[in-house]
Every structure is written in C-alpha cells, then in structure tokens.
C-alpha cells in the first residue's frame, strides 16, 4: 500500500506512521518460527492425543461435522439425496449427535433449506467467488445475499489471499468487511487458504487480520488446493485465535478443513483446539470439521462396524 503521509514523514527525517493494520498486528507475536511450530506440534500429538481417542470424543465430533458436497458435479438431485439422507439419521441413529451444517454451493441452498427437516442443522454455502476469491466484489456480496436470500444460515468465504500477500491490508479488511456486513449477525467463515501462506508468520498474521475484519470462524482451506488442513496450520491459528480472544474478549470459531481424512486427523485437530482453546471452543458452535468422508468413519468407529450412511 502507497500512504503518502507516510512518504513525507520520511523525507522529513520523522518516523513513518503505522498503518492501523500493523498496529494491530504490533499486538501479537507475529514472528514465530516453523520449526518451533513442528517442534510444538509433534510433542503436543506425542504426548495429547491418546488420551482423546475415546467413544465420547469421537460422538463429538459427529456433532462437529460440516457434511461438504462442493463437486463440479453436484445437482439438485445429489444434494438433495444427501438431505434426505441427514433427514433419517436422526431414525437411524437416536443416541447420536446429527451434523452441525451442510455444507454446499450457494446454487443449492433453496434446495437444502426446503427439504431439511432436522432442527439444529446449519445450511452453509461457500460464497465470495470460491474456492479462489478472485472476482469482483460486487459479484461477491451479491452471491452471499442470494445464499442467504434462498436460505444459508452460514457463509464460507476465502480470505482475497493475492492481497494479503501483496500487503494490501486495508483491501483484505473492506473486502471481508463488506462481506460481514452482509451476514449480519449470521456466522462468516473466513478461509485463509494456509497451503497459500507458506509459513507459520503468515498465517498468523492473515488469521489476525480476518479476525480483526469481523471473521465469526476461521477456516484452514477449500480442500481444492494442496497442502489443505495441516496440525501445523491448526495450532498456528488456534494460537492467534486465543491471544485475540485475550485481546479483545472477542471468541472466535475454528473450522479445520480439506484434508481431513481419517479419524485419526480429526482427532489430532480437536486435541490442538483444546490444549490451545481449552473447555470453552468444545462445542459445535465454536468447533467444527468441513469434511465429505470423515463421517463415515467416525460413525463406524462409533457403532463398532464399517457403515456406510452418507
């Protein structure tokens, strides 16, 4: 970003003024390493995750699952079955947590909101030019009012990451700004795309900023892109998530997605939240799993044989 205001002082010989952006980031401990992240995170799954492996842990995070369907080939009629199919979990299954969302393309959201008929389960659509960011903004508010025009109780959008890594603080914060503005008092989710940022700082600071530009979770990636949800990405965001709860006394949500592949993954995520967020994020409205074929298994682990539900 260009601040005149800041050019001059310099030539004047004063100190350059910082941006509100900086200064916010100032706040925090921005400059950690990879390698204390790794180091962090290979003790903390050596030492933390055996104790999570337990039946009541794993009916949790049934609960916590966003049940995801973005294909190029979805339809009316496979969202739709999948809708169905959350309908009579509920018979099927009477002792157990349904899912927290569905999680789908913001052109099936009157699809999901007329046929979903279990109480409690969110509807929400990825919005804002998924899964790259990179279409006009007027484009992007417009297909988050349609979503929640035709239903969505929750919006996923992906944090412009061109602008973050170009430095343009203040367009990342108005886009997202904006975009909140639209949601109202519905939960956004802001993906920071972390295979993109590369490093721990990175995301750090992006999660910081997305939060600071009204942010209700923050999301690891879009699964379309590699590497997507990774331990270590999770306890960087989760570290940002608590110093600016500590900050602000503003909670925030975290949503691990993409990547999420066995049982064992997801218990690796909800070990990092609670070391790093403790008792108060462990519940469905402050933790979630965007995943497409974890509840299967966690289901099976659950009832004791290899099930096929979803």
Known sequence: MTDNHNDSAHRHGAEPRMSKYDEALAKYDTG?????????????????????????????????????????????????????????????????????????????????????????????CVTGGFPSSQTFQEVKVAETALAIGDGATEIDTVMPVGKYLSGDYEGLSDDLGELKAVCGERPMKVILETGCLKTAANIKRAALLAMYAGADFIKTSTGKLQPAATPEAAYVMCQAIREYHDQTGIQVGFKPAGGLNSVTDALIHYTIAKELLGEKWLT???????????????LSEIVGEETRFF
């Open 32 to 124: 950690i390493s990879d390698e204390s992240v790794r180091e962090a995170v290979r003790k903390l799954i050596a030492e933390k995750v055996h104790e999570n492996d337990t039946p009541e842990v794993k009916r949790f995070l049934m609960g916590c699952i966003e049940l995801t369907s973005l294909n190029t080939t979805d339809s009316d009629e496979s969202i739709l079955a999948l809708t169905e199919r959350v309908n009579q979990f509920e018979d099927a299954h009477p002792d157990l947590p349904h899912v927290a969302t569905l999680c789908v393309y913001p052109c099936f959201a009157r699809t999901v909101s007329q046929s979903l008929e279990v109480e409690g389960v969110g509807i929400a």
């Open 284 to 298: 469905a409205r402050w933790f979630r799993l965007g995943t497409s074929r974890l509840a299967n298994q966690l």
